[in-house]
């Protein structure tokens, strides 16, 4: 089909081509120029192997190899939790713990595991921050000491409910526009 539309017509000398387009068209042939000269054979090897010798090859990156974030303040607590590497069920922690750090190693920490002492790489532990209790031995109760201060004593302000409108009573019910009825809270009512 496209080359009757590139032939010239006999009676006119003028393809269909370049009467509708005002041009000729180009033929698949065309695209490559004709006109540059042929390399010989060990030419071109030699440009090949020069060309492929100047190419540099990209830097390997390992997809495999996961990188850990280390916790700084795992050189100073005493007390860490251990990652499981197991397939968990629905709200399983992945952290079991906290133990206590027997002895540290460099890359590993020696820990306490129930009664046995186990070595672990410092990639599955992770700091464990408890808050620091005292056990008051006459009451037999425990406390936080960071989080009660000493000799004070806590004051409980009590909210009394207002009429905005004015009226005294506060015992009268009081409607919205659309007829609700507004109750104030318990804790504001005297």
Known sequence: MLGLRA???????????????GRTLRLPGEYFDSSKRCINDEEYVTRLKETI???KSKSFI???????????DLSTC???FV???????SLQ???EGPYPIVKRLGKTFVIQLNNRLSNISIDRLKPAYLPSFEHSEAQGN???????PKNTTTKVKKVRFQDVSGNSNPTQTKTT???RLIKPPRRFVL
Do not use: M, W
């Not at 010239?8 to 509708?20: C, F, H, I, Q």
């Not at 425990?142 to 009660?148: G, Q």
């Open 93 to 95: 922690s992945p952290y």
């Open 142 to 148: 425990f406390h936080k000491t960071s989080d009660v």
């Open 177 to 179: 526009r659309s007829g």
């Open 83 to 89: 990652r499981n590497d197991i397939v968990k069920k």
């Open 7 to 21: 032939a010239p017509r006999s009676d006119t000398g003028v393809s269909a081509a370049e009467l509708t387009f």
């Open 53 to 55: 010798g100047n190419l």
């Open 78 to 80: 005493t007390k860490v």
């Open 62 to 72: 390992h997809r495999d190899s996961k990188t850990f974030f280390v916790h700084p």
